[in-house]
Nanobody, 118 residues
Framework: QVQLVESGGGLVQAGGALRLSCTASGSIFSFFAMGWYRQAPGKQRELVAGQSRESGINYADSVKGRFTISMDYTKNTMSLQMNSLKPGDTAVYYC????????????WGQGTQVTVSS
């Protein structure tokens, strides 16, 4: 069982920046993948940024050049630096960890609200 604890959400004006963090209860070095997802009201949850053993680092087209995902293996923490925020980035952001070998299991954080005002 993996527990994920997120922090760093909040309210920011358009053009501002926020940094989200997700700390895992286990060694993230052993995880198959980790990523950040977001879900806006009335919309499906979507991948924002992720890192996996299979495909490396990936970003949604809408955040490329503005968001940066990073891993601190000494602290078992994944972070998402979000710059040049837009109102369209407003959503609940979730941390995800995919763990396992032959069978992969998904674990989710509790979610953190990010609100960008115009």
């Amino acid at each position: 069982q993996v527990q994920l604890v997120e922090s760093g959400g909040g309210l920011v004006q358009a053009g501002g920046a926020l940094r989200l963090s997700c700390t895992a209860s286990g060694s993230i070095f052993s995880f198959f993948a980790m990523g950040w997802y977001r879900q806006a009201p009335g919309k499906q949850r979507e991948l924002v940024a992720g890192q996996s053993r299979e495909s490396g680092i990936n970003y949604a087209d809408s955040v490329k050049g503005r968001f940066t995902i990073s891993m601190d293996y000494t602290k078992n923490t994944m972070s998402l630096q979000m710059n040049s925020l837009k109102p369209g980035d407003t959503a609940v952001y979730y941390c995800n960890a995919r763990v396992g070998a032959e069978i992969l299991y998904d674990y989710w954080g509790q979610g953190t609200q990010v609100t960008v005002s115009s």
